[in-house]
């Protein structure tokens, strides 16, 4: 079983309880991250904060950042796995339980590492392709890998549902990958208007749960995802009312269409580093 330790966590950065939120979006945004874990007083792992959290729990909800703790607006208690525990499984666990980061502790449970899901699905990827080119056989045997996971249960079949029809493209047989059309079909996405401010896309991202396409006579001019929202704008202190969201966009940014399969925009965004991508 390939262990959770083969993924490369990645090195956390460690905030504490008693810090301001301001301080914790700067420290984030100086480092180009999206997530740190919380500690508390004695050094245990308390909490992690995400720039998810930070729109739709501070930004959207007019918290003052500079006045108020980290440690009030985090997620507390946050689930781990350890560095000997299955990949597969991490990933299954994040998969259901709809996590983007996941802490990784040692045996003694002190933190050692952070998974992102967009890692994880990455390293599936390039396994996949790596099969790809040296056995022909490659995709009966990673399915049975996947529905064999010792004591996974319901992990194994999130697995399933999620990389099975990657597989199927992958190694070229019949039926091939979902497109996006098929998982997009009945979502609406989050768009807003040039002359919006900040606080006001903040608000409609958080209640869509996604970045927000902004968009002017029809035409996509730009992307803000909650990361350019907590980097661009909150880090830097700007007055978020008198913001206007063009003024932290990504312009123009790359897009694909309903009819893209599901690997290929995974890929594409894996090769581009992309968080987002407009269809």
Do not use: W
Not at 4 to 10: A, I, Q, T
Not at 255 to 270: F, G, K, N, R, Y
Request: glycine letters at 6%; a neutral charge.
């Amino acid at each position: 079983v390939r262990p959770v330790s083969k993924l490369r966590p990645s090195k956390p950065l460690i905030s504490n309880v008693s810090d301001s939120i301001l301080s914790v979006a700067k420290m984030l945004a100086s480092k180009r991250s999206a997530a740190s874990l919380i500690t508390s007083p004695t050094g245990g792992l308390a909490g992690i904060i995400t720039d998810h959290d930070i729109v739709r729990r501070v930004v959207s909800k007019h918290v003052d950042p500079s006045t108020n703790l980290i440690g009030q607006v985090m997620t507390p208690n946050p689930s781990t796995v350890q560095k000997s525990d299955s990949a597969m499984d991490a990933l299954g666990m994040m998969i259901e339980n709809h996590y983007r980061y996941l802490p990784v502790v040692d045996d003694n449970g002190s933190i050692v590492g952070l998974l992102d899901i967009g890692k994880c699905l990455n390293d599936a990827i390039s396994k996949l392709e790596k099969k790809v080119d040296s056995n022909s056989n490659a995709a009966t045997d990673a399915m049975q890998q996947l529905a064999t996971l010792q004591g996974a249960g319901a992990n194994a079949a999130a697995l399933q549902a999620l990389l099975g029809p990657l597989m199927a493209q992958a190694f070229g047989n019949a039926g091939g990958s979902p497109t996006l059309r098929s998982i997009l079909n009945g979502k609406r996405p989050s768009i807003v208007k040039p002359g919006m401010n900040v606080r006001e896309c903040s608000e409609i991202m958080t209640d869509a749960h996604k970045a927000a396409l902004i968009v002017e006579d029809g035409e996509l001019i730009g992307i803000v995802s909650f990361k350019d929202v907590m980097s661009r704008a909150l880090a830097k202190e700007l007055p978020l009312e008198l913001t206007a969201v063009t003024s932290i966009m990504t312009p123009n940014p790359e897009s694909v269409t309903p009819d893209t399969t599901v690997l290929e925009a995974m890929q594409i965004m894996h090769e581009n580093k992309f968080l987002t991508l407009p269809v």
